[in-house]
Each structure stands twice: as C-alpha cells, then as structure tokens.
C-alpha cells in the first residue's frame, strides 16, 4: 500500500500531479497533513511521520520514503511509467542525472540565492551557481523540447517546478522560458491544482 502525505501549494503538488499525469491518482491514498510554512504559519503535523514535518512524504508500507527526486524516481518505476525510464533501458541515465541534479543542485543554488548568499565561495565551490545551472539546461534543451527527448517526463516534472511556482527564478533564455511553459501546460498540472482546490475547500 502507498500513503502519500500530502499539503496543498507545496513541494509535494508536484508529486500529486505526477499521480495524475502517469494515470495512477487512485493507485494511492493521498492523506492530506498540516505543517509549518515558510511565511511562519502553520504547525507540524503529529500525523505525518516525516521527522522534520515535511511534505511530500510517502509510506511503502512500513517504510518511509522521503525527498522528492527519490518519490519521483520510486514511483515512475514501481508503475513502469513511461514518464521516468526503466533500468536498462535507452534515457535510464539521463533520467537519473536530471533527478539528482535537481536535488543536489538546483534547489540549493536557488535557495542560496534567495537567501543572498549564492557568491560565497563554499556555496560556489561545492553547487557553482546560476549561469552554470542554465548552462546546462539550455545545453539540454538545444535540439529537443524536453529533457529526455521529444516527450514530456517526471525529469521535467521536478526541473521546471522552481521556475513554475517562483517566476522570480525563471532564466532568461528563451528556449528554458519556452520548456517552463510546456512543462507548465501539462494536463497533470490542472487536475493538480483542481484536486488541492477541492481539499483546500474541504479543510
């Protein structure tokens, strides 16, 4: 059995819309929790087993699953959606590079930006920055519409998610502007916002 726990307008909006784009949205419980928000509102959620009271945190049983690239990478696979790349597979590496580099990479230069703090030499030395961070997906994006290829992913799912929610972030070359907006456009994001739009009425 899997649990998602979920808050709406969260990191974890992206995984619900994943659910709705592979076409497994009642393949799992979706559990709506509370949790301190960035803005200072809210509290942490006794019912949400994430020991720091985050979202999106998903249950495999027993176990717990955290973090969204391995949500993404867990679930692709275990559903065999063609939005991830099976092992073995033509893009498994590809696929797998642009998940950790979400994680690994983009999130914490962004944050370090955000916090006025991206030129400190351990931030540089260790993530690099801005322009080599939209080197690389203006690299990736040069002949093709999506990052694996000519069809939509979860790689583009996560990657494009910062510059979705925070237009503040978005890169000015065009060719990333234009892969931001097909990403956006996807079906799997409206019946997102439509399914958090119900739950936040429901609250």
């Avoid at 979706?30 to 200072?40: A, I, K, P, Q, T």
């Avoid at 972030?169 to 502007?177: D, G, H, K, L």
């Amino acid at each position: 059995m899997l649990t998602l726990f979920h808050a709406p307008n969260t990191r974890s909006t992206g995984v619900l819309a994943l659910l709705h784009a592979m076409g497994k949205r009642d393949a799992v419980d979706v559990r709506v929790v509370g949790l301190r928000r960035s803005d200072g509102t809210g509290a942490a959620d006794s019912a949400n087993p994430h020991p720091e009271g985050k979202v999106p945190t998903l249950m495999v049983g027993k176990e717990m699953l955290r973090e969204r690239n391995a949500i993404v990478l867990f679930l692709t696979d275990h559903f065999r959606s063609d939005l991830g790349r099976d092992v073995g597979a033509a893009g498994r590496a590809s696929y797998l590079r642009w998940l950790a580099y979400y994680g690994n990479v983009v999130e914490p230069v962004l944050i370090s930006e955000a916090a006025g703090v991206a030129d400190h030499p351990a931030m540089q030395s260790t993530f690099r920055g801005r322009p080599e961070m939209e080197a690389e997906l203006s690299a990736a994006l040069t002949d093709q519409p999506f990052l694996l290829g000519d069809d939509y992913s979860a790689a583009d799912l996560l990657m494009a998610s910062p510059f979705v929610w925070f237009p503040e972030f978005m890169p000015a070359a065009q060719s990333i502007r234009d892969w931001v907006a097909r990403c956006g456009a996807h079906p799997s994001a409206a019946l997102a916002a439509q399914e958090e739009a119900r739950m936040t009425a429901d609250a």
